[in-house]
C-alpha cells in the first residue's frame, strides 16, 4: 500500500525539522530532574498545555476567587488531567486501539461547559464527510503511514483543527490529539513538551498555518508541518525550562 504522508518527506526542510523535534524532545527525557522526577515536570507541562490552549481558543486563564475557571479553560484542564499521571496510560491505550473513542472522550471533556445539549458531547456533526475523514484518520494513526512521529502529529492536528468535527473545542480537542500522537509514537513518551506555548506566542503564524493547511496545496501543508515541528522543538525547550526549575537547589 501507498503511504500517504510519504510526499511530505520530500518537501524542503521537513526531514530535518522532523529529526530536530526528535532530537530536541530525547534530549529533555534525558535530563537529570526528568530521570525519575518526570511525573513532577509532565504534570507542569500538562497545566502549561492545558493553558495555553485556551489561549489559543480565545480564553482568559483567570481563575475566580472561588476556583471556577472560564468554560474552555475547564475544558482543557480536564483534558490536560486526561492526559496525565495514570490517566494517561489508559488514554494513549484507547488512542491506539480505537481513537475515534479517544477523540470522543477528549471532546466530552473539552467541551462539557460549552454546550446546552450534553447529548451533542463526543458526536461528530453530520456532513461535509466528517466521518468519512473521521475514519481516513484512525485509519493514518493506527499504521497507515510510517512518516516520522512530528509530522503524524502535524497532520493530525491540522486535519481536526480545520475539519472541526464536532463543532465546539475543536482546536482544544486536535492539540491534545497532536500530544497523543506524540506519547504512543514515543516522540514524547512522558509528556513533557509544551508546543501549545509557541502556538499561543505566534498566533497569527499559527492561524495563517491553519488556513494553508485547510487549503490542501503543497506549500500550505508543507509550511503547517514545518511549523509543528519547530514548535515541538520550542515545547522541548520549554521542557528544559520546567527541569531546570524543578532541580534542587
Known amino acids: 500500500m501507498t503511504d500517504p504522508l510519504a510526499p511530505l518527506l520530500d518537501l524542503p526542510g521537513v526531514r530535518d525539522a522532523a529529526d530536530r523535534a526528535r532530537d530536541a524532545l530525547a534530549e529533555v527525557h534525558r535530563h537529570k530532574a526528568n ?14 498545555a492545558a493553558r495555553a490552549s485556551a489561549v489559543i481558543e480565545g480564553s482568559s486563564t483567570a481563575v475566580a476567587d472561588d476556583g471556577t475557571a472560564p468554560p474552555i479553560l475547564a475544558g482543557a484542564l480536564r483534558v490536560a488531567q486526561a492526559l496525565d499521571g495514570d490517566a494517561l496510560t489508559g488514554t494513549v491505550g484507547t488512542w491506539r486501539r480505537a481513537p475515534l473513542q479517544a477523540l470522543a472522550r477528549l ?18 456533526r453530520a456532513g461535509d464527510d466528517v466521518a468519512q475523514r473521521l475514519s481516513i484518520l484512525a485509519d493514518l494513526v ?15 492536528h491540522g ?3 480545520s475539519l472541526r468535527p464536532f463543532g465546539t473545542a475543536d482546536g482544544v480537542v ?12 514515543g516522540l514524547d513518551p512522558h509528556n513533557l513538551g509544551v508546543p501549545e506555548e509557541s502556538w ?50
Do not use: M
Open 200 to 249: 499561543a506566542k505566534r498566533l497569527a503564524a499559527y492561524r495563517t498555518g491553519v488556513e494553508g493547511f485547510a487549503d490542501g496545496t503543497e506549500r500550505g501543508v508543507g509550511s503547517w508541518v514545518l511549523l509543528c515541528c519547530g514548535s515541538f522543538e520550542a515545547g522541548a525547550a520549554e521542557a528544559t525550562t520546567i527541569a531546570e526549575n524543578a532541580q534542587p537547589a
Open 159 to 161: 486535519e481536526l483543527v
Open 35 to 48: 530521570r525519575r522526577g518526570w511525573p513532577a515536570t509532565a504534570a507542569e507541562a500538562a497545566v502549561r
Open 107 to 124: 471532546h466530552l471533556l473539552a467541551a462539557a461547559d460549552l454546550v446546552d445539549d450534553q447529548d451533542q458531547l463526543g458526536r461528530p
Open 142 to 156: 493506527t499504521g497507515g503511514t510510517r512518516a516520522p512521529a512530528p509530522v503524524v502529529a502535524a497532520i493530525v
Open 174 to 185: 486536535a492539540r491534545a490529539a497532536s500530544r497523543l500522537v506524540a506519547v504512543a509514537s
